[in-house]
């Protein structure tokens, strides 16, 4: 009982780190104004269209978040409907949600600029394991149509699944580090490219950041474009040379 306890603890433990540490992020980014877009950076649009409603909205938003995020690629959400003949494609790669017995859970054909996930097969009594699914073959959908097939890390999303039941052996839906860097290339060819996304102080650093929006953002614009007092004064000294 008291190792069990001590288990118990220390999960709890590693709960409350990760929080903290996902809190101290989002207080440092919103300390240095918010996350801003550097204009002309961001190319191209990978679309999720919906074409189902037996997994929540929210899971394919949740999804959509998770990349713009990591791949900083420009991804719209929206409705619409999955002919398998003639995808109506929207954007410059379009990743489509179904809900349809007759068909696979995933089909990728990325030299006509789509992918589709099908929820149908990954359905299940309990939510939360339904969630879970639909949300790692998105992630799957999304990678593969975005050219990474597999990472060079083991147990990645990207390596082998021959039964829905192989997705439950994964933690989560997140990707490996190296799989962003192969979307970035190959994406480049589809006319889809990353934006720069840096905080507002950073941006004011580096000489591109849009004029502040609101008080924070423009005590942060004024102590950056500061222009000092006095001019600074150097005097050249012969016996040291400068």
């Not at 394919?60 to 109506?88: D, L, M, W």
């Not at 490996?176 to 994406?187: A, G, I, N, S, W």
């Not at 950041?209 to 500061?226: F, G, S, Y």
Request: net charge neutral; hydrophobic share 40%.
């Amino acid at each position: 009982m008291k190792w069990l306890i001590a288990v118990t603890s220390l999960a709890a433990f590693a709960l409350a780190a990760d929080a903290a540490k996902k809190m101290s992020e989002e207080d440092y980014i919103r300390s240095e104004g918010g996350l801003v877009l550097e204009p002309n950076t961001q190319k191209g649009e990978i679309a999720y269209v919906n074409c189902q409603s037996a997994a929540k909205d929210a899971w394919i938003e949740e999804s959509a978040a998770y990349f713009r995020k990591e791949a900083k690629f420009k991804i719209t959400v929206s409705k619409g409907s999955f002919e398998q003949k003639n995808p109506k494609i929207v954007g410059d790669m379009t990743l489509f949600i179904v809900d349809d017995p007759a068909m696979p859970s995933l089909l990728v054909a990325p030299e006509n600029r789509w992918a589709m996930v099908n929820v149908a097969p990954l359905k299940s009594d309990k939510e939360p394991f339904f969630r879970a699914r639909v949300l790692k073959e998105l992630t799957r959908g999304f990678a593969m149509l975005c050219g990474a097939s597999d990472s060079q890390f083991p147990g990645a999303l990207t390596s082998a699944v021959t039964k829905v039941e192989d997705l439950d052996h994964h933690t989560d839906y997140r990707l490996p580090v190296d799989l962003f860097t192969r979307f970035r290339k190959y994406m480049r060819t589809f006319g889809v490219m990353p934006g720069n996304i840096e905080t507002y102080e950073t941006a004011c650093c580096q000489g591109w950041a849009p004029p502040p929006t609101n008080d924070l953002q423009k005590a942060i614009w004024d102590k950056v474009h500061a222009i000092p007092a006095k001019p600074m004064k150097i005097e050249f000294d012969p016996k040291k040379g400068r």
